[in-house]
């Protein structure tokens, strides 16, 4: 397959940009909002259930359903048998923690309640970068997405923009490079938009390794 060629610009990444999401935590995070009668109920701390071996993915869709089961203020569940959801889901073979999360969310869209929903680990650190981002951090100038995977593992993260003039496009960065490793680390399986624009962000001017490829007539650089 076509291997990234490092390219190095003339000076190092810098990040005087504002932030896209700031990832504040490596391991499995599961963040759940639950916004009802104007008040918003924290994360709960995993349950302690009765289950053999629960894989990675499974224990995301346990903690979620019991956030749910424990603090939502309708017990009813909107009509929903909430306990033959949690049966139904935990019997899916998950290939990926995206996939998981994507089950997730699919589960709390059962409730038919528009302020429950599930935020992946960098999109509530994003959120939360709107209001608690210290002065001296930032991005580096890019938007990313991701194709989705049409019934196997999610596309690439792809840069879809750059800011002009920007650290991203004086490094050489385009829109339609894929995001393959960040500071030398390779994006994992499952990894999403907002955990990538999490690993981009920092303190402002401190240098950044950012590993792409690059389609046909094009470099992979770093």
Do not use: C
Not at 98 to 126: C, F, I
């Amino acid at each position: 397959g076509h291997r990234p060629r490092p390219m190095r610009p003339e000076g190092p990444l810098q990040r005087p940009w504002q932030p896209l999401g700031v990832f504040g935590s490596r391991r499995l995070a599961l963040t759940l909002s639950l916004m009802v009668a104007s008040q918003q109920l924290l994360p709960m701390q995993p349950a302690a259930f009765a289950v053999a071996e629960l894989t990675p993915e499974q224990s995301v869709i346990v903690e979620a359903w019991a956030t749910v089961q424990r603090g939502y203020v309708d017990q009813s569940f909107g009509g929903t048998d909430w306990k033959a959801v949690k049966s139904e889901y935990l019997k899916r073979k998950y290939k990926s923690m995206g996939a998981a999360r994507e089950a997730v969310s699919e589960m709390l869209s059962l409730l038919g309640d528009r302020y429950t929903r599930y935020l992946t680990p960098g999109a509530y650190a994003a959120l939360l970068a709107k209001y608690e981002r210290p002065a001296d951090n930032g991005g580096i100038g890019v938007t990313l997405s991701q194709s989705p995977g049409n019934g196997g593992p999610p596309g690439p993260i792809e840069i879809v923009s750059v800011v002009e003039g920007g650290p991203a496009a004086v490094a050489g960065l385009r829109a339609g490079d894929r995001v393959v490793a960040v500071d030398g680390r390779p994006l994992g399986p499952g990894v999403a938009p907002d955990d990538v624009a999490g690993l981009l962000l920092g303190r402002l001017d401190e240098p950044l390794s950012v590993t792409v490829e690059r389609g046909v007539g094009g470099d992979g650089g770093e």
